[in-house]
């Protein structure tokens, strides 16, 4: 059986602000000088129950409050790429929520500043490669995610991509087809949450209006036929996160959860965490308990890991290199 925690693998799907874990909040919020709902990290753990994404968005946005300093925001990125390192992850591609910080009055330099220290750092002391993705929370206004936009474009080199995530039902790919269309023709590429919550038809929009070069979640993207063929003749990447969809209660139970589906019908599926300070797991055991529940073999494990280099937005030689190498790892497994 080979090691899914040690595979390599890039993390595709990862929220930055969602790595926070309570007791890096509790030292955070102690230096910054900032009170706390909660009276201990035990007690902020107990808060983790959910019953839908707006559950969880409620108690992820309040923890992310403390963040004020660019040292702050560097202390979060360099705890979650530490512990990325440790669990195979040699690319991450992560999700940041601007005007979650910027509507508190947290400059968006700070942001920026703090999260790419950070990531230099990891790439020099772990090796591990790197790009930030902006996404807009798609619960504000288009014009916010104008603004926002415009606040990104002096830092256009830190900033490979721009996503849509926080509330999905309601808040249509629609609403942000103008400002999609202005990142694109500014040089980003482009991501979006869709068919978490929302039905398929909100994948078709995420395609047809916002152009995404890969769909975040689309686990719901298997209730409509010719969606699924769009989605495997194109080979549009489909980050998936299973332990978050068990948490927000999108699939039942592990044992239910639809990606070896996506496998069979030949998607280009990816496993990633989502929110692993949340949702019971890191990358790594978003791919051991998901194999376990699903009884994948390691052949469909090694192409989960190939599926998330191919859907990356690193270079070509970088791709070739992290496939070589997980090549590799598959044929050391195969003999032992
Ligand atoms: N923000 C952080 N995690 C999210 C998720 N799973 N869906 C939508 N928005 C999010
Ligand atoms: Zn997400």
């Known amino acids: ?23 890096l909040i509790f030292e955070i919020a102690a230096r910054n000088g900032v009170a706390l709902k909660y009276p201990t990290v035990e007690a902020l753990r107990a808060a983790y129950e959910f019953t839908d994404l707006q559950s969880f968005l409620d108690i992820y946005y309040e923890g992310m409050n403390v963040l004020r300093e660019e040292r702050d925001y560097y202390d979060l990125a360099a705890a979650y790429l530490r512990r990325a390192a440790a669990q195979g992850v ?44 902006m996404c807009f929370l798609r619960d504000l206004s288009a014009q916010s995610a104008m603004e926002t936009l415009e606040r990104a474009l002096p830092y256009r080199d830190r900033i490979i991509a721009v996503g849509l995530d926080s509330a999905e039902v309601g808040n249509p790919p629609a609403k942000f087809q103008a400002v999609f269309d202005r990142a694109r ?22 395609l047809d209006l916002l152009r995404v070069s890969r769909v975040d979640h689309g686990v719901r993207s298997l209730e409509d036929a010719a969606l699924v063929e769009r989605l495997r003749r194109q080979r549009i990447p489909l980050t998936v996160c299973p332990l978050s969809n068990v948490k927000l209660r999108v699939v039942n139970d592990l044992t239910k959860h639809p990606l070896k589906k996506m496998l069979d019908a030949g ?34 494990l090694v192409t989960l890991a190939k599926n998330s280099i191919e859907a990356s937005f690193i270079d070509d030689a970088t791709k070739r290199a992290y496939l070589e190498e997980i090549e590799r790892t598959a044929a050391s497994a195969a003999s032992a």
């Not at 992560?94 to 910027?102: E, L, N, R, S, V």
């Not at 942001?111 to 490669?129: H, K, N, P, Q, Y």
């Open 185 to 206: 023709a500014e040089g980003f590429l482009t991501v979006a949450h869709a068919g978490e919550e929302g039905g398929p038809e909100y994948v078709w929009e995420a």
């Open 267 to 300: 998607l280009v599926a990816t496993v990633n965490s989502d929110d692993p300070a949340y949702f019971g797991g890191y990358v790594g055991e978003n791919f051991v308990q998901t194999a376990a529940a699903l009884g994948l073999t390691d052949d469909e």
């Open 90 to 133: 040699r690319h991450a591609e992560i999700f940041f929520d601007p005007q979650a910080h910027t509507d508190r009055g947290v400059p968006f330099a700070v942001v920026v500043e703090g999260l790419s220290a950070a990531l230099a750092d990891a790439r020099a002391s772990f090796g591990i490669t790197s790009h930030l993705i």
């Open 1 to 23: 059986m080979i090691d899914a925690v040690r595979l390599p693998k890039a993390e595709l799907h990862l929220h930055i602000e969602g790595t926070f874990e309570p007791e």
